[in-house]
């Protein structure tokens, strides 16, 4: 059992890594963008259209990949998963042309959506409710790690190899991983409904509990792929930050927003510790996260590059609470058996519903409104999301097995 308990916990931490790299993946794009565009001589109108593009490719591939982890397992869907994004990633090295570049993040990112079902099922297949809230703590600071590291490695290694290299090592790395995560072989808990009960797709779409989580993604997930794909262009904009000076502060944000993911998933445990219900716990912990994002068009007034990284990180410190908390509803209210599926169709809704934030954002910027329309979107999108939820679900109602795993990886 010892050795069983073992496998479980590097289970755990490939899941980490695979998620870490992943963020490594999307973000470097990002980073390099002042690069690649003075190189390529990229619109804002072409890069939002990667970014669109990548979205949409996503939010399709989500449809598919919940199902594809419920019914294939853990071990052969994310090794195909891992190794497609990885290829993908490294063949951003090889294009020279907006075709290209779109093309590859198609790609990776329809292969990248993969990730969140696998890591939420991995909860619900390998631990028992006493341990999932603990390995699933661990896990959901993955993204963050891979936001912190991102933008304190790839600028320094594109400014030293080339923009190049930065693509082929972080796609490399993920190559790695593959044939270590197949090796692996653990035994899953003897958790009610797992793997053996099928889900039909209408009965998931007519569940109340996916169109509350899907809700919720969408008006979250909308800020936190408009910062993903911008925060570094807004550092350069406001403050004339370059290539190499622009990694601390962005790496600055996502080490609040890490905090803010393990702050998401201990504010409900505490609160119901202290005789909250589940519903009361979960809410009220959303109601906080949703209430700090509000200042964040205060940034546009701000002289200091380090003085917005701290108030763009309480907004992403905030975002990563409320998401985990919105996973953390997932496992509360929908059955084992239905984990990956509901995901994957809340995770197609939030990707797609961003792409109306980069459309936005290349509109606004090259109408010289800049980018206080967005971040007006960005304060307010939380407090809508909370009344959609409780409008959806007046009472949170755990299921067996439920109540009480807490955060799932969150983004």
């Known amino acids: 059992m010892r050795g069983e308990g073992r496998g479980r916990w590097v289970i755990v931490a490939l899941i980490f890594v695979a998620i870490m790299l992943n963020y490594v993946d999307r973000q470097i794009l990002a980073l390099l963008k002042p690069t690649l565009e003075a190189q390529f001589r990229w619109s804002d109108q072409d890069y939002a ?18 199902w594809f982890i419920d019914r294939v397992g853990l071990r052969r869907g994310f090794a195909s998963g891992v190794a497609v994004w990885s290829l993908a990633a490294m063949a951003h090295a090889l294009v020279a042309t907006v075709g290209g570049f779109i093309t590859a993040r198609v790609v990776l990112s329809a292969a990248e959506s993969v990730g969140t079902p696998a890591a939420v099922k991995s909860a619900a297949t390998y631990f028992d409710e006493r341990d999932r809230q603990v390995a699933l703590g661990v896990g959901n600071t993955a993204p963050n790690i891979g936001a912190i590291l991102t933008p304190l490695l790839i600028p320094p290694l594109a400014v030293a190899f080339g923009w190049r290299a930065a693509f082929l090592v972080a796609g490399g790395l993920g190559l790695l991983w593959v044939p270590v995560w197949l090796l692996v072989r653990v035994r899953p808990v003897a958790v009610a409904g797992v793997g053996a009960a099928r889900v039909g797709w209408g009965e998931v779409l007519r569940r109340r509990e996916t169109l509350a989580i899907a809700v919720a993604k969408i008006l979250s997930d909308q800020v936190w792929f408009f910062m993903l794909f911008w925060l570094p262009d807004l550092f350069h904009r406001l403050f004339g930050l370059k290539q190499g000076t622009l990694g601390l502060p962005v790496a600055l944000v996502y080490l609040m927003a890490a905090c803010g993911a393990l702050t998401g998933g201990w504010l409900p445990a505490a609160l119901m510790k202290r005789g909250w219900s589940v519903n009361a716990a979960r809410k009220g912990a959303m109601l906080v996260f949703a209430l700090l994002i509000l200042p964040v068009p205060l940034v ?14 309480l907004a992403l410190f905030a975002h990563q609470g409320f998401s985990t908390n919105v996973f953390g509803l997932a496992t509360d209210i929908v ?58 679900l007046p009472r949170i109602v755990p299921v067996e097995g439920g109540g009480g795993a807490e955060p799932v990886m969150a983004h």
């Not at 546009?300 to 990180?313: D, K, R, T």
């Open 335 to 392: 059955p084992a058996a239905a984990v990956g599926s509901t995901i994957g169709v809340a995770a197609f809704c939030g990707n797609l519903g961003s792409t109306g934030m980069f459309q936005l954002s290349a509109w606004s910027l090259g109408h010289g409104h800049g980018y206080l329309p967005m971040l007006a979107i960005c304060a307010g999108s939380y407090l809508v999301a909370l009344a959609c939820v409780q409008l959806i």
């Open 300 to 313: 546009l007034q701000l002289q200091s590059a380090w003085s917005a990284a701290l108030l763009l990180g």
């Open 49 to 66: 259209n990667m970014g669109t593009a990548s979205q949409v490719a996503s939010a399709v591939a989500f449809l598919g990949t919940g």
